[in-house]
């Protein structure tokens, strides 16, 4: 037989803690409303159902968490590479709140290129300076075209999407670069169409 409760407030007999044993479930059915819930930890699996709605403030997530961005944004023209190497887009630093925290760096620009017998773009993100710096990220971007005619000219996005730990609650500066991508590119440019360099910082 299924009985029925019918009280204002539950309270421990001989503590503050209500427990409901193991293989036991509370349920709140249909439209039943709570209107405070305060709990301190919630273990085990919890469940929430249908169209639950919350409201105020939650606290205590310290991972996966944005903490902070900072963007920066350019259509400043760079004028023409022919040289090889690297040559510095933009630049912008920021300071983590925490040594463990991630930064996921986001950058993206468009390029001009001419054609030799190829029009390739090659870009890194460096923490810190070109010359001094890490370059972060496993491998060079590259983007282009191959075996084209000489003297044309394309216009193509670069991007990267790159997780750096600097392990630093120092201010740190990362730098965007592009350059040549191959011995048969004639020259690259950035032209003035904008480029974005987007830092945020994830707790770990």
């Given at each position: 037989?299924?009985?029925?409760?019918?009280?204002?407030?539950?309270?421990?007999?001989?503590?503050?803690?209500?427990?409901?044993?193991?293989?036991?479930?509370?349920?709140?059915i249909?439209?039943?409303?709570?209107?405070?819930?305060?709990?301190?930890?919630?273990?085990?699996?919890?469940?929430?159902?249908?169209?639950?709605?919350?409201?105020?403030?939650?606290?205590?997530?310290?991972?996966?968490?944005?903490?902070?961005?900072?963007?920066?944004?350019?259509?400043?023209?760079?004028?023409?590479?022919?040289?090889?190497?690297?040559?510095?887009?933009?630049?912008?630093?920021?300071?983590?709140?925490?040594?463990?925290?991630?930064?996921?760096?986001?950058?993206?620009?468009?390029?001009?290129?001419?054609?030799?017998?190829?029009?390739?773009?090659?870009?890194?993100?460096?923490?810190?300076?070109?010359?001094g710096?890490?370059?972060?990220?496993?491998?060079?971007?590259?983007?282009?075209?191959?075996?084209?005619?000489?003297?044309h000219?394309?216009?193509?996005?670069?991007?990267?999407?790159?997780?750096?730990?600097?392990?630093?609650?120092?201010?740190?500066?990362?730098?965007?670069?592009?350059?040549?991508?191959?011995?048969?590119?004639?020259?690259?440019?950035?032209?003035?169409?904008?480029?974005?360099?987007?830092?945020?910082?994830?707790?770990a």
């Amino acid at each position: 037989m299924t009985g029925i409760i019918k009280t204002d407030q539950l309270q421990g007999a001989q503590s503050t803690t209500i427990t409901i044993p193991t293989g036991n479930k509370i349920s709140i059915i249909d439209s039943a409303t709570i209107g405070t819930l305060n709990a301190t930890t919630m273990r085990g699996t919890t469940t929430f159902a249908d169209s639950a709605v919350f409201s105020g403030a939650v606290s205590g997530i310290t991972t996966g968490k944005v903490l902070q961005m900072v963007q920066s944004s350019s259509d400043a023209d760079t004028g023409t590479l022919t040289a090889s190497g690297d040559q510095e887009l933009m630049n912008l630093a920021i300071t983590p709140s925490a040594a463990t925290s991630k930064i996921l760096i986001l950058a993206q620009s468009v390029i001009e290129v001419v054609t030799g017998s190829s029009g390739i773009i090659s870009s890194k993100v460096y923490r810190g300076t070109i010359a001094g710096g890490t370059q972060v990220g496993n491998n060079p971007y590259y983007s282009g075209l191959l075996s084209q005619s000489s003297g044309h000219t394309h216009y193509i996005t670069l991007s990267h999407s790159i997780v750096d730990a600097p392990s630093t609650t120092s201010a740190t500066t990362y730098t965007l670069t592009f350059g040549r991508g191959s011995g048969g590119t004639t020259s690259v440019r950035s032209f003035s169409y904008g480029r974005h360099l987007t830092l945020l910082e994830i707790g770990a």
